[in-house]
């Protein structure tokens, strides 16, 4: 038995969301999602048998359960790194490294904004000259109040900002 969470979105007895009847996992769509950090026309693009509509639904779905979804992606990618050790050399190995390297990403993509208490100005690169070490607050998203260290835009200008 199924019951249907919203539109286009069904979960099952075990808790998995599907889109409609299609044998596409919401999960799998995001995972393509972020691997390739494609948009939902890209991935229609790669799921033809998809809509567009179904899609959204998938990322709405997705960005609804980001914490319990995100947990089981996490449960994947610990798998397939265990996996890849195993496999010398195969497809699957490549794509399990793409998968790993895509992990990277969604860490990084959780910016930690820090800033010393008796300042006002936020930094995110953790090689910028200043990034505070002692005496700071955090910040994980992107902070409405202070300024923007000057250095930090520089370095993720340049593509060289550790963040
Ligand atoms: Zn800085």
Redesign the pocket.
């Known amino acids: 038995m199924s019951t249907i969470a919203t539109a286009h979105i069904e979960i099952d007895e075990n808790g998995v969301a599907w889109i409609d009847n299609t044998q596409v996992k919401v999960i799998e769509v995001v995972i393509d999602k972020i691997v390739h950090g494609s948009s939902p026309e890209e991935l229609n693009f790669q799921y033809p048998h998809l809509s567009l509509a179904q899609i959204h639904a998938a990322l709405a779905y997705y960005y609804d359960n980001q914490t319990a979804l995100d947990a089981e992606i996490e449960r994947r990618w610990r798998e397939a790194d265990g996996l890849a050790q195993k496999i010398s050399d195969s497809p699957l190995r490549q794509r399990l490294l793409i998968l790993k390297e895509a992990r990277t990403k969604v860490k990084a993509s959780v910016i930690t904004y820090r800033r010393r208490k008796t300042h006002d100005t936020w930094?995110w690169?953790k090689n910028?000259s200043?990034?505070p070490t002692t005496d700071y607050e955090e910040s994980f998203s992107r902070p409405a109040a202070g300024e923007l260290?000057n250095?930090?835009h520089g370095k993720q200008r340049a593509g060289t900002c550790h963040q």
Do not use: K, P, Q
Request: net charge negative.
């Open positions: 930094h690169c910028c200043t990034w260290c250095e930090c």
